[in-house]
């Protein structure tokens, strides 16, 4: 800046007329201490210098510019800054500003990595196994739903059957469902028991990190296992573990 440029040439011009001024006192005072060698004349220059000394600090310190520190980088605020997803940067929400099935999968399983569910009242229509004997099926709201968690994390479906024609009616229902045709989702993923205690061994085996099930009893014995699950009830779960969340509707929770 022109004005600060000037300020500087200036303070340098100061510095070396007062370094001349004081070049000829010095001079005058080594002449007279030539002249009258006295105690009182070699005190004098002592204490001249001395302060000559400090003087010339003073003005050299007054006069070099000191180097500006950088001004602190500005946080942004908590309205402007945006989570990243679990495993990367946030995907831009939709046009209208709602964010994508996607991305609220994301963020409902907050990274976790293995999942596992129950047919039976979540994916299924039917409510209960002996109505698997007859038929299987699936929940048109769910379709998408299921596609996308398959596509984010490692995904099991299991339930509790009665014979092999339950089987056949669940596997039946879900390639009908178009489940198995994007590969996230394969019919080695879907699992058959013949009890709940099978279903609570199969996601400790697998090592889930979030259940999902319509079953309380199953939820409150993996409540110490799983990192997090999902109770599918109508109902409120009672005193719920601080890891379990509880849902009408597996397409509710992922709303």
Partial sequence: MPGLAAAEQDAVSLVRR???ALNRRISDLVALLFRHK???SFG???GFAIAVVFAWKFLRSSSTPRPRRPAAPKRPSAAG??????DGPAEPAGDSGTLTTRQIVARRLGGCRRVTCQLVGIVFEEKT???LQNHATVKPSVVELLLEISKYCDFYLMETVLDDKSEENALMALEKAGLFNTGGLMKEKVLFCSSEVGRTSFVRQLESDFHIDASLEIISQLSRFI???LFVSSMEGGQLAANVFNSPSLEQFFS
């Fill in 44 to 46: 004098a220059v002592a």
């Fill in 38 to 40: 006295s105690a009182g």
């Fill in 129 to 131: 196994p002996e109505e």
């Fill in 227 to 229: 990192r997090c699950q």
């Fill in 81 to 86: 800054s945006a989570a990243p997803a679990p």
């Fill in 18 to 20: 007062v370094a001349r």
